[in-house]
């Protein structure tokens, strides 16, 4: 979904994919302590569009445009300085530009959100490759610790109001803020120790000569990916572009593979993935894909330009590509969410 995103700046598609976002969070969020982190990637996604639109009203934009809203004092800069303007006229165009930017990135950061809402930390540990568990564990106790954050925020801005003590402003942020922090060093520690005493962290002898090809092939693999993408994204490699992006990722996945020997580890109740699964990672890839190619085939219609200003156009089977976002929504029971 958030690759979908950056495909287009057509607002009414961008709006579309945050609505099918919302609408799976809504029907599928657990009562889980990472569940709770969708409205605060909302919130921040509305911030970073009114960012943008005060940058353009203060800084300008290089869209030229014809209707002026108002006229602000500029101020001069030295001639080091030539390009930057502060102040000055704010236009229609230049605002709207800014408008369809903000929320490319605001619909990219609401869809990290819900699979941030949506996701077990532990199940996606469960499903990452031997060689990547230790740097999957550090991962999932970052994404573990930001709603436990926000959680903690949540209950100590509630105490306060409780005993009628202020909870908003810079002095109850000073005083909210110290008890989060004593409480995450907290927990930072009694993590540490149980993982300790479950045994993370140590891994089994291998052959110097396995632990070279290992690094070699993943490294060699990462390369051979960067570059293949980079083939297809320009016109000239296109002939080395795929053949090599294979090569990568035959590569690395050998790498991976081979990187997986050094990690002790048992799996407890793994974690099956069926059909289900298969539906609702292919909705994504397919959402992703056909919203590619509709970028490809008619970039007019998925990037609606500003100069002259005219209303935004709905294109059709874009559209409809991405109400394939609302599959998860019907074929995972909420049990199972």
Known sequence: MGTAATRTTNPLLLALLIAASAYVVATHRSPAPWARSYSAFAKLAFAV??????????????????????????????????????????????????????????????????????????????????????????????????????????????????????????????????????????????????????????????????????????LGGLLGVCAGTYGLLTAEGGGYGAPLLLAGIVAALAGLRLGGRRSLRTRYRPDPWGARAWLVTGSGVAVAALLTLASARAPEALHPGVVPLTAPALPLWPAASVLLALLPAFVVPREHS
Not at 74 to 103: K, S
Not at 121 to 131: Q, T, V
Not at 162 to 170: A, Y
């Open 49 to 218: 569009l009114l960012i943008r639109l005060a940058f353009a009203v203060a800084l300008g934009s290089p869209i030229p445009g014809t209707h002026v809203l108002l006229t602000l004092p500029e101020i001069p800069l030295p001639h080091w300085a030539q390009g930057i303007r502060l102040g000055g006229e704010v236009t229609a165009e230049a605002l709207v530009f800014a408008a369809y930017d903000g929320l490319k990135l605001a619909t990219l950061l609401i869809c990290v959100g819900a699979a941030n809402a949506l996701a077990s930390p532990s199940r996606l540990l469960k499903s990452l490759p031997g060689a990547l568990y230790e740097t999957g564990v550090a991962v999932v106790v970052a994404l573990t610790f930001a709603p436990h954050l926000i959680a903690d925020v949540q209950r100590l801005r509630a105490a306060r109001r409780l005993r009628g003590r202020p909870d908003r402003g810079v002095r109850g942020l000073l005083q909210v803020g110290l008890p989060v922090l004593e409480g995450a060093l907290e927990r930072s520690v009694a993590l540490a120790a149980a993982m300790e005493a479950r045994g993370y962290g140590r891994t089994a002898d291998v052959p110097a000569r396995v632990r070279r090809t290992t690094a070699a092939l993943t």
